[in-house]
């Protein structure tokens, strides 16, 4: 019963360096959602994508970018890492629109 | 903009010591309050939603409760493994449908 699924769990990165976070879900869901969380910050909407398809941008889309591959997965792709995306990314999905999101189990991400 | 407050951002209680947490929101129009739970190095998960004014649910030690501008997680004779951040979040029956979170309360449990 895996849910929803994200590698890699730990990253360590120089400025600059790319990188892609992957995010899979077993539970045929329509919406996936990526975030971050930072200490007082709180959870903050990357982008989302309501339904296979479509992507849109959240809170802070900046220095990100999304690809909606198939109903399954919704990768995050860091183009140029900056010190300012060290963080803890989590991935979400629901079956539509509304109701509860399941997270995944978060991917620590270090800038150096 | 809908705003979400949580109250207090940290609670220390010691076993038995039942508490409330405060989740405050300002909505154009409520489509759902949602709590989760935390802990240490996971992911959210999910506990209740609620969705109009009166509304009640439980769940063991917790109980999450609904007014039109607040919604509490009551915690009774709490223990140990109930510590956690409890985190809230509202979604507004019109718009993007995007969740907005509060910034959580940190709970501890002493034995």
């Known amino acids: 019963n895996a849910g929803v699924t994200q590698t890699p769990k730990f990253q360590v990165l120089k400025t600059g360096q790319s990188m892609t976070l992957q995010c899979a879900q077993d539970m045929n869901h329509n919406s996936m959602y990526w975030y971050r969380q930072d200490p007082g910050m709180g959870l903050r909407l990357i982008y989302y994508s309501a339904s296979e398809g479509t992507t849109d941008k959240g809170e802070v889309p900046n220095g990100y970018n999304v690809s909606r591959l198939n109903k399954r997965e919704f990768s995050l792709r860091l183009e140029s890492a900056a010190p300012s995306q060290t963080s803890v990314y989590f991935c979400?999905?629901?079956?539509?629109?509304?109701?509860?999101?399941?997270f995944g189990e978060g991917s620590r991400l270090t800038v150096l | 903009e809908d705003q979400v407050t949580q109250s207090p951002e940290a609670l220390r209680l010691q076993e038995g010591e039942s508490s409330s947490l405060n989740c405050s929101y300002t909505?154009?129009?409520?489509?759902?309050l949602f709590w989760y739970r935390q802990d240490p190095g996971k992911g959210p998960e999910f506990l209740f939603t609620l969705y109009s004014a009166g509304e009640e649910k439980e769940k063991e030690r917790l109980k999450a409760t609904l007014t039109k501008k607040e919604s509490f997680l009551h915690i009774t004779a709490p223990k140990p493994e109930d510590s956690a951040t409890y985190l809230c979040?509202?979604?507004?029956?019109?718009?993007?449908?995007?969740?907005?979170f509060g910034r959580g309360t940190s709970l501890i449990v002493h034995p």
């Open positions: 979400a999905s629901r079956l539509d629109r509304v109701g509860e999101l399941f």
């Open positions: 909505v154009s129009g409520l489509r759902g």
């Open positions: 979040a509202v979604q507004a029956s019109g718009g993007s449908y995007i969740p907005t």
